[in-house]
């Protein structure tokens, strides 16, 4: 009887381990005036989203790459929305009755990346500026754009309020992937807008959009 208690145990461990999503995220804690749209923009920040299910008080993100749930979990887990500080966690099998389906536990740090909870995403000083993108285009759609050039560290689009037209930051690994983005997309047509693209030293992303206006003029 021990032994086959002893078996059980372990089988439900190893359940456990093999269910547990890289991709899948839960949020919990959740602010009852968080809408889906909110949300789907405030976890696009780091790589594109599959699918975004929120219910009343608990949401499920899925990325379609583990490294950008990495990047979620470690950056928004603990930090507020619309006033309620959020819980981001790895999703672990399907949804129970209270919508919970998971923990931490087994959560996976993806290809190479740092564990959840051991810092930052990778940031990098070869940094682009892409300017005249498309209204609509998404954090993960510039990403995506640019993983064609090389590995992609950050990515973001802000508005230009001098001009009112869209701009988007670009940070890739290494020097030459960075210059492959300048020489094959500046001056080129992305989704029916002329697109120019230059090296910037900093990240405009940290500055309000009133200083990235007059810095924007020099």
């Known amino acids: 009887i021990r032994d086959r208690y002893q078996r059980r145990v372990r089988g439900r461990k190893r359940f456990e381990i093999m269910s547990t999503s890289k991709t ?12 889906q749209r909110d949300l ?8 594109r989203i599959v699918r975004c299910d929120l ?9 379609d790459d583990p490294r950008d749930a990495d990047d979620a979990v470690r950056e928004l887990d603990g930090t507020t929305i619309d006033g309620s500080k959020i819980s981001v966690e790895y999703s672990r099998g399907t949804p129970g009755r209270n919508g919970r389906d998971g923990g931490r536990d087994g ?17 990098s000083d070869y940094r682009i500026m892409i300017e005249n993108i498309p209204r609509d285009l998404s954090w993960q759609d510039l990403k995506d754009h640019y993983r064609k050039s090389g590995e992609v560290l950050f990515g973001d689009v802000f508005e230009d309020e001098r001009t009112g037209k869209f701009k988007g930051v670009v940070e890739f690994k290494f020097y030459e992937d960075m210059k492959r983005a300048i020489r094959d997309t500046d001056n080129t047509r992305f989704r029916g807008s002329t697109i120019y693209v230059f090296e910037v030293s900093f990240c405009f992303f940290f500055f309000p959009n009133s200083l990235l206006s007059f810095l924007s003029t020099l």
């Open 24 to 35: 899948r995220l839960y949020i919990g804690r959740l602010s009852s005036r968080t809408r």
């Open 40 to 47: 789907e923009d405030q976890f696009a920040k780091y790589g």
């Open 55 to 63: 219910k009343y008080n608990y949401a499920f993100v899925e990325y």
């Open 107 to 123: 959560g996976g740090s993806g290809r190479g990346r740092r564990p959840v909870g051991k810092g930052p995403p990778q940031r």
